[in-house]
């Protein structure tokens, strides 16, 4: 089984280099790796021979820039080298590299993007610190005007490295070369689709050192959970994998409760239960096989039923309703600590009063799963959560306001723990934005929630297969048939 792959903030990638010259490695040699590796990377994509345009900026990506330019030449091909900025302003290790080169320096300003069979964009890398404008600007505006294929060094100019967001204007590249680990702006949107298809590099930085800088995040695959999926062995008893119970809304709103029970007796929670109101079991009833039912009157209902000590993990929010009584409902379940997933109306009805959610969940498994517009609402009173540029700082300030793991949806659904983990998940597909996915998404982390996964592994495991199985269906997705893939996406992982 391979380590979950890291993913480095552009601090954290400085340390780490500091840590690599420190151990031995000049940061000259770093840079030349890296430029050798962005000339194979370019050489996978125009054959030799081929006019290549090198686009190159003033700091150490630059540097990158120059040294993919040299190796090119040698290499055979026809190279042109633009620089942004004067070359005798460059320093450090670019300043070195830059003297390798035995062509031109061009101004960017005459770059001949159309004349070029790829361009490497070298112009910023990490440390990129403003809005472009003027002549990078300008630049930028001519790349992703020439509709020539882009190369992009460490990440696609304009880019911000640890938000993924575009700081005014940003290249559109089809591939992306980066250096010992992903950045998040390469997993983060808009950054992702920015950076087209994504090479990482060995520059020869170790993984002791990668591990060391304290990086707290990863990219969502199955390493980072899959030992802790539950296999049940021949001898399991139904009760040993968990008891779910769903909450569900009144008569006409039932659905969203059976989307979320059926996808937590599919993830192998041995029985699932939905705690109905009484005026909707006929409804309810009427639609349920293998998962059972209970009345359950509001909030005291739900307390009577969790008496039952094999209940061990909870749904509350699909279509229960926007009122004080929703937040009733999960105060008896924080009361109660079972494992909890909270989604939906279970989140809008604390609109604005977040503040009563403050280290609420700390003592029992918990997941908040909202959406951008259900975290807006609920910490609209908390502009030191909302105002982070980061979709992962905004995760990881709720979970630790909370104490609960917080799954912020979106393309680049990005869950974080209160213990400062955080991963961003990437295998996600357009046809999942269906009403009733979400439900689906709650009942299968409850699920393996039941099953003793503790709450971040469940969080990323129930977003990584819900995506996967969405992936696998494609066009014309429903909620309901994402439960009904979840057996494949399974077998496939537990081979
Ligand atoms: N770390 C590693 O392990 C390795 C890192 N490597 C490479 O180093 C890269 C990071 O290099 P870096 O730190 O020099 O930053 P970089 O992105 O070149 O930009 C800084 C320059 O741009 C300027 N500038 C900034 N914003 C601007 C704007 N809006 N408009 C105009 N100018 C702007 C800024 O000027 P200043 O802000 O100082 O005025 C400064 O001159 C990294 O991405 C990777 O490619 C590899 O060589 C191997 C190992
Ligand atoms: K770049």
């Known amino acids: 089984m391979t380590a979950p792959e890291l993913i480095l903030t552009p601090t954290e990638m400085k340390k780490a280099d500091l840590e690599a010259v420190a151990s031995g490695i000049p940061g000259v040699e770093l840079m030349r790796r890296a430029g050798r590796a962005v000339a194979d990377s370019a050489e996978k994509i125009v054959s030799r021979g081929g006019t290549i345009l090198v686009v190159a900026g003033p700091g150490q990506n630059g540097g990158d820039g120059f040294v993919a330019a040299t190796v090119l030449a040698e290499r055979g091909y026809r190279v042109s080298l633009s620089l942004l900025g004067e070359p005798d302003r460059l320093t450090g290790d670019s300043a070195l590299v830059a003297r390798d080169w035995k062509g031109q320096v061009q101004r960017v300003e005459d770059a001949a993007f159309h004349e070029a069979d790829l361009v490497i964009d070298a112009l910023f890398g990490t440390g990129l610190s403003r809005d472009l404008d003027g002549a990078a600007r300008h630049a930028v505006d001519r790349m992703n005007g020439s509709g020539r294929p882009i ?49 990482v590099a060995d520059i ?25 999926l539950p296999k049940p062995g021949l001898s399991s008893h139904k009760y040993e ?11 006409t709103r039932t659905g969203a409760a059976r989307l979320a029970a059926r996808a937590a007796l599919r993830i ?19 639609h349920l096989t293998a998962i059972m039912l209970k009345g359950c009157d509001g909030p005291e209902g739900l307390h009577a039923i969790l008496q039952d000590p094999r209940l061990n993990a909870l749904v ?43 280290g609420a969940f700390r003592h029992a498994p918990t997941v908040l799963t909202p959406h951008d517009g259900e975290f807006n609402r609920m910490f609209k009173d908390h502009p030191d959560i909302l105002d982070p540029e ?10 630790t306001y909370t104490g609960a793991v917080v799954l912020l949806k979106g393309a680049d659904t990005v869950v974080a723990s209160p213990d400062g983990r955080a991963a961003i998940n990437e295998n996600g597909t357009p046809y999942l934005a269906t009403a009733g996915s979400g439900d689906t998404l709650c009942g299968l982390i409850a699920g393996l929630m039941a099953q003793n996964l503790p709450a971040f592994e469940a969080a990323c495991a129930g977003a990584w297969i819900h995506a996967e199985a969405g992936a696998r269906f494609g066009p014309g997705l429903i909620s309901e048939d994402l439960a009904e893939l979840v057996p494949g996406v399974l077998r496939d992982l537990l081979r």
């Open 390 to 399: 980061s979709k992962i700082e905004r995760a990881r300030r709720a979970a």
């Open 316 to 358: 509350l929010g699909p279509a229960l309703g926007v009122h004080a009584n929703t937040r009733a409902m999960v105060a008896v379940a924080v009361h109660a600590r079972r494992s909890l997933v909270l989604d939906a109306d279970a989140l809008t009805s604390f609109e604005g009063l977040a503040s009563e959610l403050h």
């Open 204 to 228: 020869g930085i170790g993984r002791e050192i990668l591990s060391a800088m304290g990086g707290r995040l990863f990219g969502n695959d199955p390493a980072l959970w899959l030992p802790t």
């Open 151 to 199: 190369l992009a060094v460490d990440l696609p100019s304009g880019i911000d490295g640890e938000t993924g967001t575009v700081r005014g204007i940003a290249v559109k590249a089809g591939r992306t070369i980066t250096f010992a680990a992903r950045k998040p702006c390469h997993l983060l949107m808009p950054g992702r689709a920015f950076s087209g298809s994504i090479e």
């Open 241 to 251: 994998r968990g008891h779910t119970l769903v909450a569900s809304g009144g008569a």
């Open 268 to 286: 192998g929670s041995g029985l699932v239960t939905v705690a109905s109101p009484p005026e909707a079991i006929g409804v309810t009833a009427a």
